[in-house]
């Protein structure tokens, strides 16, 4: 269930053996600190289970299982893939695990412009990670454009859902703001990729423009 949790006899507590080695300064999405697993051992157990899920979602734990992985390889394989392959790889995998966190916002933000349906609502704020926030949503309470996000994850969308759960308050990426930012940058690619022809055919993007949450 943790391929990288480790005891340490000598500390008399739990570690996470990828971190230890691989995580030089926490950072990724919201700057997470280094601490317990990594800084200093897991001693008490209690919430052990919930305190080893929530490690196991931060990014630099997700980043130090990718370096220890490309470590291991590239040491079994005595392959001498140079230092800058292996960084390329990583920011592969930063850019393609961001796009993953970015597309369902992004694809609901198209499905309101292809529709003509204004992203505006009565409440845009706050965090969707509950429950019951995402019933408001669903029960029309709020704005259209966290409705659908609700009904995408009621759907099954897992990725928008973990997105939600694990985002610190600051990077959620739904907030009105990024709503606008999303919509600017569809805007200058328009015409020069694959979202160009919608809004060159339905003409959608307009309405939508208009329907900004400033
Ligand atoms: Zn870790």
Redesign the pocket.
Known sequence: MFP?LAYSKCKEGAY?K??IVF?FSGGGVGHQKLGK??KYPMVKYKDALKELQN?QNNDY?RL?TQRANDFLINFENTNNKSVNVLLDKHKQQTIEYNRKRLMPIVKTILFCARHNIPLRGHREMGSMASGNVRDFCLNGEQGVFRGLLAFRIECGDTDLLNHLETAPKNCTMISPQIQNEVIEAIGSIKGQDQFGPIFLTHNSFGPILKTRLD
Do not use: E, F, G, M
């Open positions: 990288w996470c990828y971190c995580a697993l990594v490690h734990h130090s």
